[in-house]
């Protein structure tokens, strides 16, 4: 441990939108409790390069707003081997770093609880990832702005569905998890969504979209792109031979889906669990996750945020079966 208090923060894994304002926050945070903090490039990839900057409070100045990350991100294949974990932590011991700091979800805390077993390094999880699936908080940093973005492209679909009497299947991400799914289906007012963690009865599915050709004449399918059935070029397939003068198209929202200005609620989350970050840090509180659960800043051990995931509600499925009649 050195004298002078420094952690190392590293935003690992996909990016999602409020990233930057989270960075800000712990940076700031530390520095009103005088302790150095040093943002390594791309995550793992910028510790095992030894490629750093040191974070002070003009250089997380106007980035609040901003998506992505300034600190870049990556997902870094050589953190599997060994050998290069023990190069991650002599080059953090180097830097005299006495905590590390990661923004991301659970493929980046699976990485940095290794590294704390192997070498004891203390470290810190911030829940950064779209899928809002991790275990121990009720919402994830970017979460808010990916749904946000799936609702304001499907409403624009929905208008041209409308006007030729169209099926769309819109394919959005979530490939072990269907919260963004639900959420922005019911939002939109899908006709049917289809998401990983419940079976997908196709039959069922087909009948609703011919009950809906002859009232309405158009539709609107949300497919998680981990769903059971298949991936929604598989949805496409069979309401097309079911149904062979449906016009029926296919959208994929993509990685659109990851990016854009950060929403409010997303802004000010990531900044409460900047600062429970670094409060946590004066505590000597390691190993934890730092989630947002009932309004409330919490602590989650490691071990449960990576080995549980967080349960879809069944109060949104009832709630999406029931509106989409």
Do not use: W
């Not at 289906?185 to 009865?201: D, Q």
């Amino acid at each position: 441990m050195s004298q002078n208090k420094k952690i190392g923060l590293i935003t690992s894994g996909g990016d999602s939108p409020g990233m930057n304002a989270c960075v800000r926050a712990v940076v700031r945070a530390a520095k009103i409790n005088e302790i150095d903090v040093c943002g390594y490039y791309r995550g793992f990839d910028g510790v095992l390069d030894n490629d750093f900057i040191d974070l002070d409070v003009t250089s997380v100045a106007q980035i609040i707003q901003r998506g992505g990350t300034i600190l870049k991100t990556a997902r870094c294949s050589r953190f599997f081997e060994k050998e290069y974990r023990t190069l991650a932590f002599e080059n953090l011991k180097q830097n005299n770093i006495d905590a590390l700091v990661v923004i991301g979800g659970d493929g980046s805390f699976t990485g940095a609880k290794i590294l704390t077993q192997e070498h004891g390094l203390p470290m810190i999880g911030i829940p950064g990832t779209i899928d809002n699936d991790l275990f121990g908080t009720d919402f994830t940093i970017g979460y808010d702005t990916a749904i946000n973005t799936v609702v304001e492209a499907v409403d624009k679909i929905r208008d041209t569905a409308m006007s030729h009497g169209r099926v769309f299947v819109v394919e959005v991400m979530g490939r072990d998890a269907g919260f963004i799914a639900l959420r922005s289906g019911i939002a939109v007012g899908a006709e049917a969504i289809l998401v990983p963690e419940t079976k997908t009865y196709i039959e069922h599915l087909l009948e609703r979209i011919g009950k809906r050709r002859a009232s309405k004449g158009s539709a609107i399918v949300i497919v998680s792109e981990g769903d059971d059935f298949g991936n929604a070029d598989k949805v496409v397939e069979a309401i097309k031979e079911r149904y062979e003068n449906l016009d029926v198209k296919l959208t994929r929202l993509g990685h659109i889906q990851r990016g854009g200005n950060p929403s409010a609620m997303d802004r000010v989350l990531a900044s409460f669990l900047g600062a429970g970050a670094i409060d946590a840090f004066l505590e000597n509180k390691f190993g934890i996750m730092i989630g947002m659960q009932n309004k409330k800043v919490v602590h989650v051990p490691l071990e449960k945020a990576i080995k549980h995931h967080q349960d879809i509600d069944e109060n949104l499925l009832k709630l999406a079966e029931m509106l989409s009649i």
